[in-house]
């Protein structure tokens, strides 16, 4: 398709001022906000940890993440959707959860043949349904896999000093192999919450990046 001279002076323009609503920044890759990598993981309810486990089975902490409180497993289960390809060795991520989850990547949900909705940790009414296969038995959710969105934890102190709020969207650069701008990040603030920005395998892969590398939050205008 070929544009007349007045068709292009209207897209440049477009182009123009959608760039002008965002302060950019020159991108150092030094960045302000440290980067993790959130592998697809399950949260599991105490009654699920029973049924996958045995009565009384309690989780075994391997290593503490970034927030407060939040440990891997040990634990290791094996996901299954419609497709009949199971995915093995999902890690567990404790402590119980009052409702399970299971947490993938866009590309999981292709081998899995599922269509989760990309939702804030937590929000899983009317999500994918998936099946959880453990060592002493099996957990039908009707609802619980999701994708999760882009989002970045801080202190409330640390909210202040960005300048945000809990429940705001931000975006946001990441300076890797191949330089990305991620908009519409969720900006979570607690007092608990320690300053780190989660992004799945799939986010990660396509901006050349691995956990330690920095991010840059955009003020918006």
């Known amino acids: 398709m070929q544009y007349t001279d007045k068709e292009l002076q209207v897209i440049v323009d477009k182009v123009i001022n959608s760039l002008k609503k965002t302060d950019r920044v020159v991108c150092s890759g030094k ?3 440290p980067i993790g990598i959130s592998n ?18 309690e989780l075994t902490p ?8 939040q440990f891997a497993c040990k634990e290791q289960l094996t996901i299954i959707g419609p497709s009949m390809r199971a995915i093995e060795g999902v890690r567990v991520l404790g402590p119980a959860r009052k409702a399970s989850q299971v947490e993938i990547s866009r590309t999981d949900s292709y081998v899995l043949k599922v269509k989760p909705p990309v939702r804030e940790s937590g929000d899983i009414a009317g999500s994918s349904p998936v099946t959880i296969i453990g060592p002493k038995g099996v957990v039908n959710l009707t609802e619980g896999c999701i994708i999760a969105n882009r989002h970045i934890h801080m202190s409330e102190e640390e909210g202040k000093a960005f300048g945000v709020k809990d429940g705001e969207y931000a975006d946001v650069e990441i300076c890797g192999e191949r330089r990305s701008l991620f908009y519409d990040v969720q900006i ?9 920005m989660h992004i799945d395998t799939d986010d990660a892969n396509a901006a050349g990046v691995g956990n330690g590398f920095m991010a840059t939050l955009l003020k918006r205008s």
């Open 31 to 33: 960045g302000d906000i």
């Open 40 to 57: 697809r993981h399950i949260h599991l309810s105490r009654e699920h940890i029973d049924i996958l486990f045995g009565k009384g089975y």
């Open 188 to 196: 979570r603030v607690h007092k608990d919450f320690r300053l780190e």
């Open 62 to 69: 391997i290593k503490d993440l970034s927030q407060p409180g």
